[in-house]
Structure formats: C-alpha cells, structure tokens
C-alpha cells in the first residue's frame, strides 16, 4: 500500500497490523439529523442491530508515509456520487446517523463528490457502491482530501479519547448476512491514523493483509478470501477507531471528505 500527503504541514499515519479480535456489536448513534454542538462526546445509543467489524490493534504504531503510483484509470461509476450509499443500510435502519444517504456531487468540470463530517451525536460509517466481481484485479487506488477547519479534530462515535481511522478500503461479498465470517474484508494493514487534513493517495493491493469481521484473514484464510473477492459486490471505504474500523465517527467542527477519483485495476 502506498500512500501520498500533498501538503507540506500534513502527513497521513499508518500502520501494519492484522486484526484478529472476539466478535463486537457496532455503536451506532440515534438522533437523526438533528443538529448538534460538535464539542459534546459522550456514549452513542445502540445501533438498531448487530454489525461487527475488526477491532483495532491497541498496540498499533505509525509509519512514514511512502510514495504513491501515478497513473491509474479512475472507475466510471465511481465517480458519481448517487451510486454511492453512506450506511450501512441494514434491514432499512441506516447506521450512519445525521448523514445524507448519498454524497454530493462536485459542480463540473470538477470531478468526483463530498459529503460532511457529521457532528456529534452524528457518525459516518460505511460509503460503499455497488461494483461486483473483483476477480482478476489486483489493487485498488483512491485518491482524496480531508478538509477542515484549524483545531477541529475527528474522533470515533464508540470511543472519542482514541484515535480515528479510516478511510479503510473495504468490500462486501454478495449475499452477506452482516453477521457471518468471511464475507465483509477491511483492508487495515493500510489504515490511516487519526483522520487528519491533507491530500492523500491510497494504493490497496488485493493480496495484501486483508481482515474479516472476527478472525479470519486473507493469510490464514486463502480460499475464503478468493472467494469473496470472487463474489463481491459492494466496494468502498469505512471509518471508524475505537471498537472497529467501520464502527463510524463524528467531527467536533467543520470537516469534509471529498473524493478525487477511486480506481479498482
């Protein structure tokens, strides 16, 4: 994975790890979209169901932020912002509270979209659009910036004394019960930490240190992890910290993701 800060004051933090964690229900918070002070923390309610994802390592340490490969071929679909979902959506209860179902779309000729960071009691989740198989590729490059005004700082909705992470590259087998082992896979080897401003290019090999929900990996798990990739349908990114890396988070201020372009080759 290789990843790119276009900004001299700012650099994205990473880490190695490989998640191999007990079974976590997701905090998802309630409240709507209501409007909400971004200084408040506090425990969100309960999600309306279960969704585990890998937790992530407490002894997770940085590294310095490498070069990024020029030159990949944006994916079409990718770019337009309505084929994306903000969620997850889950039996029709959708987990990223106080956000819009779809990012907005960049006025042209500007390309690509962005939505806002929720404030608190808010939280962003899961941004995911259908794609399909992803046999025969073999990385998956992203390109994006976070904005945000001086001081404000992104933190986890289960836990927001710890650092934020994401975006974790991510995709969904087809048929996923939200529930079952091996069919949701977090690319966490490559996860930025905390979410800072900057410019950033995210370069994900699909042979990489892939994680599933509880235990399996793409290492000790080869033919579960071929055929999710063989099977997959939703591809994205999630944020998270804390309990997991999808389980969401919420800014204390004005912040914006907004993506540049997004690649699967």
């Keep these: 994975m ?17 998640a191999l964690s007990t079974l976590l229900l997701l905090s998802a918070c309630g409240g709507g979209g209501g409007a909400a002070t971004g200084s408040q923390a506090g425990a969100p ?13 407490p002894g997770q340490t940085t590294t310095p ?14 770019m337009v912002a309505s084929n994306w979902e903000i969620g997850p959506v889950i039996k029709g209860a959708d987990y990223s509270s106080g956000m819009p179902l779809t990012p907005t779309q960049n006025t042209p000729p500007e390309q690509g979209w962005w939505f806002d960071f929720p404030l608190f009691p808010g939280s962003v989740h899961y941004v995911t659009f259908h794609y399909g198989s992803l046999a025969g590729k073999t990385h998956i490059v992203m390109h994006y910036k976070v904005e ?7 933190h986890p909705i289960t836990q927001s004394d710890a650092p934020s992470m994401g975006p974790t590259i991510y995709f969904q087998e087809k048929g996923d019960d939200w529930d079952t082992d091996g069919m949701r896979w977090w690319a966490t080897f490559a996860t930025p930490l905390p979410i800072n401003p900057g410019e950033y290019t995210m370069d994900v090999p699909l042979d990489g240190k892939w994680t599933s929900v509880v235990s399996m990996t793409a290492a000790t798990n080869p033919s579960q ?4 990739k063989q099977n997959a349908d939703r591809v994205g990114f999630t944020f998270g910290g804390g309990t997991g890396y999808g389980h969401g988070v919420y800014a204390d201020g004005n912040a914006r993701f907004v993506l540049e372009s997004f690649s699967i080759e």
């Excluded at 001299?8 to 190695?16: K, T």
């Excluded at 309610?45 to 390592?57: E, L, V």
């Excluded at 020029?70 to 990718?78: E, I």
């Excluded at 992890?225 to 999710?228: G, I």
């Design 2 to 18: 290789r990843q790119s800060s276009r900004r001299g004051n700012q650099n994205a933090q990473y880490s190695g790890l490989v």
């Design 45 to 57: 309610a309960p999600g309306p169901t279960s969704t585990p994802t890998p937790a992530p390592d």
């Design 65 to 78: 932020t490498p070069t990024p490969t020029p030159g990949s071929t944006v994916t079409a679909a990718a």
């Design 148 to 154: 945000a005004d001086p001081g404000v700082v992104i």
């Design 225 to 228: 992890f071929a055929k999710a």
